[in-house]
């Protein structure tokens, strides 16, 4: 292990540089999480259904992409490291991409237009989304290996990733508005949200450095290419990288679900679709304002108890709203309890990731920053795929109909359950998983482990 691994010069800049990737990365996830249902039923009229079951099926490939994209990191060899050359390469076709994915053409019939969305929908979450999110992904466990900067760099990512989330929350639908709230102007909107994910990519790449390389044997670097077949082995001997991976799946499901729902719930259960950016506004910006505690907390306490302490704040917030009866006050007040067990949540889970690396390492002897976050990305993608696919065939179940003035009981309680009831359940499962993730416990050892061995 590079002895230096820790951050020593420019760390305020680095780890801003270093979260400015996530909000890149969320400008696309968080507009395909809560508005590109909404933006292909009541926009470009196409079937909820067949949409859901198109990213269903869609997410396999993207998850088998994303294995392929991890093998191709850890092979990686550049001056500029093993991450971060792909997230220079990547920004741009990133941003058209994006683009595409919001300009399905509205005079089409329903069969071409499926296969628009079949194509660019692949596009961006197979093959571009994949190839500059697994590699900065990667990125944290390749700047340090000390557990607690590796935090702070989690922290920072989710800030950053929450600042993206709030920035496509808050000015998507006005832009829309601006620019004749019709399908060309979802197009239009995504052109200005392009340039911007392309200058938070380039600040990532500029600002980051990579300094950790695996175990030294016998003063020689070990550089050699572990083998595909060895390293999904190596994987699933890693108790902590089956629970993340596990845990990554369901939130993204949830993530999904929820997100998608969000403009539903606030159109046809609150009755304005403008309240999206008041319910996640307040959110957001109460889950920023958290972050700068969260360092302090999991230096306390340790990343899983931070985790677990989100979850049951997440499940409380989403309580009180169900029962909010639409009173704005209560929104608020749930906005602001999901927004803090959200930054509990966001500021370690990566970082977990991260330690599951060294963990690995430590078992078998094999280090694969690139196929460990690769294989986690396939778990959450495939949640994100089930998720929305569920997303779609709930809404359908209920009978919703992006048309209708006014939406069918059963529509409304689809709604409900795909925004509330489902985030409650999966936050449960992510409580019974902590209780055996004991990984912060034995970090510090396996870590001087790891050191004992590269001096031998």
């Known amino acids: ?139 944290n466990a390749l700047m340090t290996q000390d557990p607690y900067e590796r935090s702070v760099l989690s922290i920072f990512r989710n800030l950053l990733a929450t600042a993206g989330t709030l920035t496509i929350n808050t000015f998507t639908l006005p832009l829309v508005e601006y620019f004749g709230n019709n399908a060309a102007a979802w197009t239009k909107t995504f052109v200005v949200f392009g340039f911007v994910a392309i200058a938070a990519f380039l600040c990532t790449f500029f600002g980051t450095k990579e300094r950790v390389r695996a175990a030294e044997n016998e003063g020689e670097v070990q550089t050699e290419d572990v083998p595909f077949v060895t390293g999904i082995k190596a994987l699933f001997k890693n108790k902590y990288w089956i629970m993340m991976t596990g845990m990554l799946a369901l939130f993204f499901l949830m993530y999904s679900v929820n997100g998608g729902a969000t403009v539903y719930y606030a159109k046809d259960i609150l009755g304005d679709k403008n309240l999206v950016s008041t319910i996640n506004g307040i959110f957001n910006i109460v889950q920023i304002c958290g972050m700068f505690f969260i360092a302090m907390l999991v230096k306390k306490f340790g990343k899983r108890n931070v985790f677990a302490l989100g979850l049951v704040l997440d499940i409380i917030g989403m309580l009180v709203l169900n029962f909010s009866g639409g009173s704005m006050a209560i929104i608020v007040v749930s906005s602001v309890i999901r927004g803090i067990g959200n930054a509990c949540g966001g500021a370690t889970m990566w970082a977990m990731v991260s330690d599951t690396i060294d963990y690995g390492e430590w078992k078998t002897g094999y280090r694969t920053e690139g196929l460990v976050n690769s294989a986690c990305s396939f778990g959450y993608k495939i949640g994100n795929g089930i998720g929305s696919a569920l997303l779609g065939l709930i809404l359908e179940i209920g009978g919703y109909v992006g048309t209708a003035a006014v939406q069918t009981e059963s529509a409304l309680t689809s709604i409900k359950v795909c925004f509330v009831w489902i985030p409650i359940l999966v936050y449960a499962c992510g409580l019974v998983i902590m209780k055996f993730y004991h990984l912060d416990k034995e970090f510090d050892g396996i870590i001087a482990d790891l050191k004992t061995r590269a001096q031998k």
């Open 1 to 139: 292990m590079n002895k230096k691994s820790k951050l020593t010069f420019g760390k305020i800049f680095e780890r801003f540089s270093y979260g400015c990737g996530d909000f890149g990365c969320n400008i696309i996830y968080t507009a395909m999480s809560a508005f590109l249902l909404f933006y292909y039923t009541d926009y470009a009229n196409v079937s909820a259904m067949a949409v859901g079951t198109i990213m269903m099926i869609s997410r396999i490939f993207d998850g088998v992409s994303d294995i392929i994209m991890g093998v191709i990191v850890d092979r990686t060899k550049s001056k500029y490291g093993k991450a971060r050359p792909w997230i220079l390469r990547m920004c741009i076709p990133f941003a058209v991409s994006g683009i595409l994915l919001f300009s399905v053409p509205a005079s089409w019939a329903s069969t071409p237009k499926l296969v628009y969305v079949f194509i660019t929908y692949n596009l961006v979450s197979t093959v571009i989304y994949t190839a500059i999110n697994v590699p900065y992904s990667a990125l």
